[in-house]
């Protein structure tokens, strides 16, 4: 039974009452993001109960020693974890020296909310201890989006029955571990600690990497709104330091601090400037003031949702989904630094390490295009190219030569860091993705040049790791691609798997039509490439030879590309068939039941109709859907996006909206019972995808910009907006007329329902 405790609204997630059971999926749902560092949403104050505490740094990662059963030749010696950071929000309450502790006290009016409008989180509650006194608690917290390195939170404390003394404890704790370590290591050192007046710095230092973290902590006080200080007494250990404040409260009297975080760190400061960075940067949040960076914050997520915002009528669960996804997106990833990327995870959990996926690619730089400007999603994939080294290492592990290419499952730094064989060495679908977003960028922004300055170099890479890769099978007289895994990952170890053989063979093909261009229309350009790359005629010409005797296994009888060789020889059962009771069945069932079963994870030869939609017609595609949807557990987040999309694209309303709202509701609603270890950010991409381009029918096939839009019956409208190529275009959608206006200052022409249509600068298409 899926979770219901959030509850419906339009621009905020909210909790009322506390419910202990709902703590750890509390803590990935209302987590907090700045797309520089992020924290799961943890109180403030000691919590006795379950809890994953988790505070990460974007770019901040420790090779942790792979841990195998059977080490085999090729595996990577570590599997790369985004760190769980030193703790700057804690805030330890003492009344009358009685321990304020949520998993302790008696808890009434909670209330927690995650308002997505303008970026922050807020708490509300009363405790009482078993002396009878009670507080009233209301803590508010942010991650700036204009100053990147700070964090606030307001902590309000009123005694409600009772005066007396209270203790409050503002502490920095660098004693942290992740939970998912694989030999229960601490992955930090704590270099250094030092206080003055109300400030305190920890500098840490990870083992191995020598990351180098500045957390900083300054505590402003105000008693009944007006500014006081207060004495301390400091307590420290090897790897952690309190404040120790104290003040008498008489009833009604509300104590209020406001405590001042920064992580700054070696990626952006000298490590020897650390100390000196960071109390710069609190102290200018200081004498800026709480009040000054809230309203910044609320007007730089006023800019973000002026064009990603989706607005639906008539379906509130359904618009707090669509707004949560775009709201975690941006949490996640602002796009100014091409060092970083977009973990499954985000700043929500450990789950996946943290590490960069095929995901980002396939599902991610949509979004970002169409949603900011350009060059964040350059930014994605100038994050591949400055790792295009490590690429070519990468297929050397694995006998590759002469440049070519293999991207990682899995990585912090271009190095593949993924130790399950079946994936690491058989997932090779991926490669596919990194061409696929450049084309997927070019066609989109117009930008051409980046494949002139970069693009081509990876392109080639990939290119000679799919030519060396396929093999020429003597007996069927094609080239065939043995020994992988694609996107469903219920099959391992098949051969010529569908969507990895086209995608292959598209990247070859959309490799030598990109050369012949540069040859004609960026001649010296061309000439620069080939030397750097060595690429030679003779090489070309085996391209050419791929491209054209290229296995893709098809079933005449069916008249459907088959999955994989050995897919028909399954028992084929619809999922429909399967008792609830053995679903999910990643939970119920042996691997050894799964692999042999003919049920898939998520769209594998729906995936490749998904990317190369124009090269099929819709006939086509509908029955390709009708044969493999039935047999879809949809068990990963990637899934139900693609068959939304898709479903869309063949008029099976009822389907793309329950898909929709599948993947919309992913985590709000815990359908895989896993929210706690953090939310699927890389699906919600998807998410995004299945209104743009699912119930708005958006494509740019050809660098022409298109809609075919349809509505779900569930709504009443929707409309969302795009930047596309320097224009703003908003698109509305209800059950009695079709309106889309160009922001812009230029006129632009597109196809609608397909047909051909010119919209002048600020005004409006009207169907």
Not at 484 to 502: A, C, D, F, H, Q
Request: glycine share 6%; hydrophobic share 35%.
């Amino acid at each position: 039974m899926n979770q219901n405790f959030i509850i419906p609204n339009a621009w905020s997630i909210i909790e009322k009452g506390f419910d202990k059971n709902h703590v750890t999926a509390s803590e990935s749902l209302f987590s907090l993001g700045n797309g520089a560092m992020g924290q799961r949403a943890n109180f403030e104050e000691n919590y006795s109960g379950e809890s994953l505490q988790g505070s990460y740094i974007g770019g901040i990662y420790y090779p942790d020693k792979t841990r195998v059963g059977w080490w085999k030749n090729g595996y990577p010696e570590y599997f790369a974890k985004v760190l769980n950071a030193p703790n700057w929000i804690g805030i330890n309450i003492s009344i009358n020296h009685q321990e304020l502790d949520l998993n302790r006290c008696k808890i009434t009016d909670f209330y927690r909310e995650l308002n997505m409008r303008e970026g922050w989180l807020q708490r509300q509650f009363k405790a009482t201890f078993d002396n009878g006194n009670t507080v009233l608690i209301q803590s508010t917290r942010f991650l700036s989006l204009t100053h990147k390195e700070i964090g606030v939170i307001q902590y309000r404390i009123t005694a409600l029955n009772f005066s007396g003394t209270i203790q409050i404890s503002p502490y920095l704790d660098g004693g942290i571990v992740n939970q998912d370590s694989n030999y229960d290591e601490s992955f930090w050192k704590v270099l250094d600690m030092q206080h003055q007046h109300d400030e305190a710095f920890l500098i840490s230092e990870t083992l191995k990497t020598k990351f180098r973290v500045c957390t900083g902590m300054k505590n402003v006080f105000y008693k009944n709104n007006t500014l006081i200080h207060l004495q301390h007494t400091v307590s420290k250990t090897d790897k952690r330091i309190d404040f120790n404040y104290k003040d008498s409260l008489q009833e009604g009297d509300t104590l209020s601090l406001y405590k001042y975080g920064s992580y700054v760190q070696s990626m952006n400061h000298p490590k020897n400037q650390l100390l000196k960075a960071c109390k710069n940067i609190i102290d200018k949040a200081v004498e800026t003031g709480y009040e000054t960076l809230l309203q910044e914050q609320i007007e730089a997520w006023q800019k973000i949702w002026e064009t990603a915002d989706i607005v639906i009528e008539g379906d509130l669960k359904a618009q707090q989904a669509i707004r949560y996804n775009i709201f975690q997106l941006n949490q996640t990833y602002t796009g100014e630094d091409a060092r970083l990327n977009i973990g499954p995870k985000g700043f929500t959990g450990e789950k996946y390490g943290g590490s960069t996926y095929w995901d980002t690619e396939a599902y991610c730089i949509p979004f970002y295009m169409s949603t900011k400007d350009k060059e964040v999603a350059k930014n994605l994939l100038l994050y591949r190219y400055n790792q295009l080294d490590k690429a070519i290492e990468n297929a050397e592990k694995l006998g590759f030569s002469n440049g070519a290419a293999l991207y990682p499952m899995v990585t912090m730094n271009g190095e593949e860091s993924h130790n399950e064989w079946e994936i690491t060495f058989e997932e090779i679908h991926r490669n596919g993705a990194m061409i696929y977003a450049i084309y997927n960028y070019v066609n989109y922004t117009g930008d051409y040049q980046y494949i002139v300055d970069y693009g081509m170099e990876v392109m080639i890479g990939v290119s000679r790791f799919w030519a060396q890769r396929a093999t020429f099978s003597t007996y069927k007289q094609l080239y065939v691609i043995l020994g992988v895994t694609g996107p469903n990952e219920y099959e391992n170890n098949v051969n010529n798997n569908w969507y990895t053989n086209y995608l292959a063979k598209w990247c070859l093909e959309y490799t030598l039509e990109e050369l012949k261009r540069l040859e004609e229309e960026y001649p010296e350009d061309y000439q620069r490439i080939r030397q750097k790359t060595a690429l030679n005629t003779e090489e070309t010409e085996h391209w050419f030879k791929v491209v054209n005797r290229m296995y893709l296994p098809h079933d005449e009888a069916l008249g459907v590309y088959i999955q994989q060789d050995g897919f028909l020889d399954k028992e084929i059962i619809p999922v429909a068939s399967l008792p609830q009771s053995e679903r999910p069945i990643n939970q119920k069932w042996s691997w050894d039941r799964i692999l042999r079963s003919c049920y898939i994870k998520q769209a594998d030869v729906l995936q490749g109709m998904y990317f190369f939609e124009n090269h099929f017609s819709t006939g086509r595609i509908e029955k390709h859907f009708d044969f493999y949807e039935p047999l879809t557990v949809h068990e990963s987040s990637l899934s139900p996006c693609i068959h939304s999309i898709l479903a869309s694209k063949i008029n099976k309303p009822e389907k793309a909206y329950e898909m929709y709202l599948r993947t919309a509701r992913l985590d709000l609603d815990d359908y895989n019972h896993e929210v706690a270890e953090g939310c699927h950010i890389t699906s919600m991409a998807g998410t995004w995808l299945a209104v743009v381009q699912g119930f708005g029918g958006m494509r740019n096939f050809n660098g022409v910009l298109s809609f075919d839009p349809t509505i779900p019956k569930e709504w009443t409208s929707y409309s969302f907006k795009i930047n596309y190529r320097g224009h703003t275009l908003q698109l509305y959608k209800s059950h009695s007329k079709t309106e889309i206006y160009n922001h812009s200052d230029q006129a632009i022409s597109i196809i609608f329902e397909g047909e051909k249509k010119h919209i002048l600068p600020k005004k409006l298409l009207a169907v």
